[in-house]
């Protein structure tokens, strides 16, 4: 069978996907019988995103397509616009053209295997990017390349221990969740309940899911400060969510970072900047630039070599006790 679907062919194809779909690094040509003409030496890996929901996400994605670019691999990128199916279309597609390699962030943690064994069948090998899944089958992919959600969540908890150490009453925690069923929102979550659960002054009073998203963080936040009038901490999933709300904090007078202590997880240049501005406390970064350590795990993989399953990247952490004053610019 031909090896590659015509470009045109394929093009329609994952337009069809509802996605966005960019060919980048492409040796390609079609001669003139309308065949595909391809420098066999090119690697061509298809990438299914989540979406472009927060800065974070975007430095990922630049991340992604900029180290396959430095390796001369053709990227076949497709926006997930954070639904599953989106994902899954673009995996058919994926395999459909017989990409070398899959890299997909699952935005969801269950109901993979259908299309990820598609992809074992097709021998294509699959990695995760950023996000995990949960399944039973331990064949579905070769390596899981991103943050420990759980212990982003356990050091958030270590802050907060910190930061209430010298106090005994009761400290009441509204959590901004991130998207349901998803790898960091269920991390973050148990790592940081794990952490305070044998305090019982820390009391999470409400748990509500922004999505991972600005507009959604803010709506949530108006909601919980309708309710609860008693909120000491917000524990948010992610800057997107924290950044909207604080504005709905400020819309009713509350001093964020002081009437609420707020703790965040990504490290975007403009969650640092709030912190510097005292209206965070804690950001914990979840390092977006994986670009590399997935490209040069899946040259590793492509050319037989043994690959570890799980590559954790490091994370740092940021609080209002550090000198941040030589901090260089995030980049996202
Ligand atoms: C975490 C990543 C999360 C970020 C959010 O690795 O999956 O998704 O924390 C993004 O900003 O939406």
Not at 247 to 267: F, N, R
Not at 279 to 307: A, F, R, S, W, Y
């Amino acid at each position: 069978m031909q090896k590659r679907l015509y470009l045109h062919r394929l093009i329609g194809l994952l337009i069809g996907c509802g996605g966005l779909f960019l060919l980048q690094g492409c040796e390609s040509g079609i001669d003139r019988q309308g065949n595909e003409v391809k420098d066999e030496r090119t690697i061509v890996l298809g990438f299914a995103q989540v979406g472009a929901e927060s800065s974070w996400r975007l430095a990922n994605t630049k991340s992604i397509k900029e180290a396959a670019t430095a390796e001369s691999m053709q990227l076949m990128y497709i926006n997930g616009e954070q639904k599953q199916e989106n994902q899954i279309k673009a995996i058919r597609s994926f395999i459909a053209y017989q990409v070398d390699a899959i890299l997909v962030s699952p935005v969801v943690e269950t109901g993979w295997e259908n299309v990820l064994n598609e992809a074992k069948l097709a021998k294509i090998p699959v990695i995760l990017t950023d996000r995990a899944i949960k399944t039973n089958q331990s064949d579905l992919y070769a390596a899981f390349v991103g943050s420990d959600f759980n212990k982003e969540g356990r050091m958030a908890g270590e802050f907060l221990m910190k930061k209430f150490a010298y106090e005994s009453d009761d400290v009441n925690i509204a959590e901004l969740y991130g998207t349901v069923n998803s790898s960091p929102a269920e991390g973050r979550s148990r790592g940081f309940k794990e952490t305070i659960k044998d305090n019982p002054r820390f009391k999470v009073i409400c748990s509500q899911s922004g999505d991972f998203m600005h507009s959604k963080g803010k709506e949530v936040m108006r909601s919980i400060l309708s309710t609860y009038k008693d909120i000491d901490v917000l524990y948010s999933h992610n800057d997107s969510m924290t950044l909207g709300a604080i504005e709905a904090m400020e819309e009713v007078g509350i001093i964020p970072g002081k009437d609420i202590i707020i703790i965040t997880i990504d490290g975007e240049q403009k969650a640092i900047d709030a912190l510097k501005d005292r209206k965070v406390n804690c950001v914990i970064e979840c390092n977006p630039k994986l670009g590399d350590t997935i490209v040069d795990l899946t040259k590793k993989l492509l050319n037989g070599e043994n690959i570890p399953s799980t590559v954790f990247v490091d994370d740092e952490v940021f609080t209002e006790w550090d000198d941040l004053s030589t901090l260089p610019p995030r980049g996202y």
